[in-house]
């Protein structure tokens, strides 16, 4: 013989029943009301009904409801508090890390020499193979110090502008170099690979990287150096996709 099924007594408390009890009670008075009303015909009066009953259905019903779809609500809202507060928790210990060990170190930062690719072809560059998975361009001197910043984009953009002759140089397209963007860019874009990047000190944490971040318009790069300045030579680097994955986790 099959078991039968256990009953869930948590159904039956005390607040489940008394909410039952009372619409149980406004239906059976209300057909009840009813009944009377029609075997009585249009005899008698019925306006207290109407004046004094129904308004009083209607509290106890809207009080049924309202326990069931608040408390409903509460619940809700009150998951979706938790999982923000969670999330917010999450977001501000990954912001606490130090750069030292979220950022990129110097040693596996790919980058190029500015002294040995100053006088390169533009085309060549964008064809080398360790910057095929890159939209960046780090330009170091010597001393590791950073000099530019360039974007994949920022060198199409040259391009085309001198192939639209909006900028006016001795070189032709196929032979453009570092140089000659250096010296002829328009100075939006000149101030993009001189100024579009941040800096902060060893001793920062990852908020402190996206306020360097955010204070610079166009800004997807922080350095690290000893002390945050552009004139010491670069520790580590802060992309704004390293940024993301620290916070995601």
């Not at 015909?41 to 106890?60: C, H, I, M, R």
């Not at 397209?173 to 874009?189: H, I, S, V």
Request: net charge neutral; aromatic share 14%.
């Amino acid at each position: 013989m099959k078991a039968s099924k256990p009953v869930d007594v948590t159904f039956w408390n005390t607040r489940n029943f008394i909410a039952g009890g009372i619409t149980a009670t406004v239906l059976l008075a209300t057909f009840y009301m009813a009944y009377i009303a029609m075997q009585s015909g249009t005899k008698g009066d019925w306006s207290f009904v109407g004046q004094t009953l129904l308004p009083l259905w209607a509290t106890w019903v809207g009080t049924v409801l309202a326990f069931y779809f608040t408390r409903e609500n509460f619940e809700a809202a009150s998951k979706s508090y938790q999982d923000v507060i969670q999330k917010m928790s999450e977001t501000e210990k990954a912001m606490s890390i130090p750069v030292t060990d979220a950022m990129l170190p110097v040693e596996e930062i790919i980058f190029l020499d500015y002294k040995k690719e100053i006088n390169n072809k533009i085309s060549d560059i964008l064809d080398y193979d360790h910057f095929i998975s890159f939209n960046r361009y780090a330009v170091f001197n010597d001393d590791k110090t950073v000099k530019y910043m360039i974007d994949r984009a920022a060198f199409f953009y040259f391009q085309a502008q001198v192939g639209l002759k909006k900028v006016k140089l001795d070189n032709d397209l196929p032979n453009l170099t570092l140089a000659d963007m250096e010296t002829y860019a328009d100075d939006k874009l000149k101030r993009q690979m001189r100024k579009g990047f941040g800096f902060v000190a060893c001793n920062a944490s990852l908020k402190d990287a996206k306020a360097a971040m955010d204070a610079i318009a166009d800004c997807h790069n922080v350095f690290v150096t000893q002390n945050g300045l552009s004139t010491e030579s670069v520790k580590g680097l802060i992309t704004n996709n390293r940024f993301a994955d620290f916070i995601k986790g």
